[in-house]
């Protein structure tokens, strides 16, 4: 098991910046790729980004593309997702999630999830 507690979340204005944290404890946290997903009222929860095992390897949803960054401190058991220029487009549930594969897009494909912190982008 793996438990996950994201962080960080918040109201700023559009063009503003936030960073997310997510701690994970329980099983070894350098096994898990790490992924960030968000979910808008009324919508499906979509993917964000991922970061591989190492942390040498990353992926973005184009929409998030040159705008968000991924990282990740193994020693810590820490992933953090910083996000700058930002939208109101951008507002949502933001979580993150372990899987034991990279790159993995899919909601469905991740075995452990965090209970969310919501971003509030205003315009």
């Known amino acids: 098991q793996v438990q996950l507690v994201e962080s960080g979340g918040g109201l700023v204005q559009a063009g503003g910046s936030l960073r997310l944290s997510c701690a994970a404890s329980?099983?070894?946290?350098?096994?898990?790729?790490m992924g960030w997903f968000r979910q808008a009222p009324g919508k499906e929860r979509e993917f964000v980004t991922a970061?591989?095992?190492?942390?040498?390897?990353?992926y973005y949803a184009d929409s998030v593309k040159g705008r968000f960054t991924i990282s990740r401190d193994n020693a810590k058991n820490t992933v953090s997702l910083q996000m700058n220029s930002l939208k109101p487009e951008d507002t949502a549930v933001y979580y993150c999630?372990?899987?034991?594969?990279?790159?993995?897009?899919?909601?469905?494909?991740?075995?452990?999830w965090g209970q969310g912190t919501q971003v509030t982008v205003s315009s």
């Open positions: 999630a372990a899987d034991s594969l990279f790159p993995r897009v899919s909601a469905g494909s991740y075995e452990y």
């Open positions: 329980g099983r070894t946290f350098s096994w898990y790729a």
């Open positions: 970061i591989s095992r190492s942390g040498g390897s990353t």
